[in-house]
Nanobody
Framework: QVQLVESGGGLVQAGESLRLSCAAS????????MGWFRQAPGKEREAVAA????????YYVDSVKGRFTISRDNAKTMVYLQMNYLEPEDSAVYYC????????????????????WGQGTQVTVSS
């Protein structure tokens, strides 16, 4: 079983930055992809960004393009989410996710693509 542990959440003002980190308990997970999702109160969980491990290709939802950057550390099997120019609408619990396999027909920015999930870290952006 693989455990994912997120860190780096907190309370910031609009326009400020945060960097989230996610560590896999087993460095040999050899993921196909890892991603970040978020869920605000009363809303469904939504994708934020994902990275394909083999080639480092990155994927973003439109609302965070140009503001957020996902990156990885292969050696440590860690994934990061640099969030700049944060907005109150970005407030949510952010979850890290990982999968070892490609699911044909399932987009990399969909929660069904992932097998392993962290417990989440709270990000609150005040106006």
């Amino acid at each position: 079983q693989v455990q994912l542990v997120e860190s780096g959440g907190g309370l910031v003002q609009a326009g400020e930055s945060l960097r989230l980190s996610c560590a896999a308990s087993r460095r040999t997970i050899s993921p196909y992809a890892m991603g970040w999702f978020r869920q605000a109160p009363g809303k469904e969980r939504e994708a934020v960004a994902a990275i394909r491990w083999s080639d480092g290709n990155t994927y973003y939802v439109d609302s965070v393009k140009g503001r957020f950057t996902i990156s990885r550390d292969n050696a440590k099997t860690m994934v990061y989410l640099q969030m700049n120019y944060l907005e109150p609408e970005d407030s949510a619990v952010y979850y890290c996710a990982a999968t070892r396999v490609l699911r044909v027909g399932v987009g990399i920015l969909t929660s069904n693509a992932y097998d392993y999930w962290g417990q989440g870290t709270q990000v609150t952006v005040s106006s």
